[in-house]
């Protein structure tokens, strides 16, 4: 499996090669896709890019953990955390091939 790391620079480089917008203009273009990414999930709104997934935001309650280490209980507050749900789609594409 590859450990190659795709970045903003990558994906600016990409959007450059691809549709033909200077760089600057590339970057400009990514950065407020992932802008409006962010303050939809922010806003509590589900983002779905079709044939990829969906990002929603899910909430988690109160609830009590144990350290590992130790045995002792530690409460964890309530926070909100990132879901992505992959599309049939993009699971059938990362699967190909992967059945014989």
């Known amino acids: 499996m590859s450990e190659k790391t795709i970045t903003r620079a990558y994906l ?3 959007v450059y090669q691809e549709v033909g917008l ?5 970057a400009d273009l990514l950065e407020s896709v992932l ?4 303050e939809a999930l922010t806003r509590g709104e589900t983002v779905k890019l079709s044939s990829f997934g969906s990002f929603s935001i899910r909430q988690k309650g109160r609830r ?3 350290n590992p280490k130790t045995g ?3 409460p964890i507050l309530p926070r909100r955390v990132l879901v992505f749900r992959p ?3 993009l699971k059938s594409r990362i699967n190909r091939g992967l059945d014989g």
Do not use: L, Y
């Not at 200077?22 to 590339?26: A, Y």
């Not at 802008?35 to 962010?38: H, K, S, V």
């Open 22 to 26: 200077s760089r600057n203009d590339s």
């Open 72 to 74: 002792e209980e530690v």
């Open 12 to 14: 600016t480089e990409a």
């Open 35 to 38: 802008a409006e990414i962010t």
């Open 87 to 89: 599309s049939q789609v």
């Open 64 to 66: 009590i953990g144990r």
